[in-house]
């Protein structure tokens, strides 16, 4: 199907488990992204199985353009971190890498290093929430929520590293952190 709608010139190869790569040779933006507009298109049409079934399969495309000197890891680096930025805005879409990618990534990597200290060096701090029955007229719990005020970075929003953490293995350590400390203020 990918070959399908490939210009003769373009190389089509998986990469391995369900990521592939196209190399549109001699492509400038516009060239990839029309191709990339007629992957995405021909990737939509459902396959129907041996049993009759309609399966669809999602795309998400990341978009990199190499240039003289360019190496081939770097072109790929570039072209996963717009596939996966592409897949963050709810994928079915292709992204062009652009420079600010690369900051945004780094940004993350670096939030996602200060918050793993943070929660192992009891960095953060638990704020509660009261939960009001308001039939009853009275608090009957409440919800333990993190904060976290960066050194440097002052306060963190909540929707910004909890993101972050959800992206990682990160989440469950900082769940354990949170409920540690939750049980230890009740007690």
């Avoid at 309609?54 to 998400?60: E, K, L, Y």
């Amino acid at each position: 199907r990918l070959r399908e709608v490939m210009r003769p010139e373009d190389v089509v190869a998986r990469q391995g488990g369900d990521e592939f790569v196209v190399l549109c040779r001699g492509a400038d933006a516009d060239v990839a992204l029309a191709v990339a507009s007629r992957v995405l298109a021909v990737l939509n049409q459902p396959v129907t199985t041996i049993n009759g079934s309609d399966v669809v399969v999602g795309a998400s495309i990341g978009i990199a353009l190499g240039g003289p000197g360019d190496l081939a890891e770097m072109v790929l680096r570039d072209a996963d971190t717009a596939m996966y930025a592409a897949k963050g805005t709810g994928g079915g879409r292709a992204r062009m890498f652009t420079p600010e990618l690369r900051e945004a990534v780094v940004l993350v990597h670096e939030l996602e290093v200060d918050l793993r200290s943070a929660v192992r060096n009891d960095e953060l701090t638990v704020v509660y929430q009261p939960v009001v029955d308001l039939g009853l007229g009275r608090v009957t719990g409440c919800e333990a929520l993190v904060r976290w005020h960066h050194a440097d970075r002052g306060t963190v929003r909540p929707q910004d590293f909890i993101a972050v953490a959800e992206q990682s293995d990160l989440i469950l350590e900082l769940g354990d952190w949170v409920l540690r400390r939750a049980l230890r203020d009740a007690a």
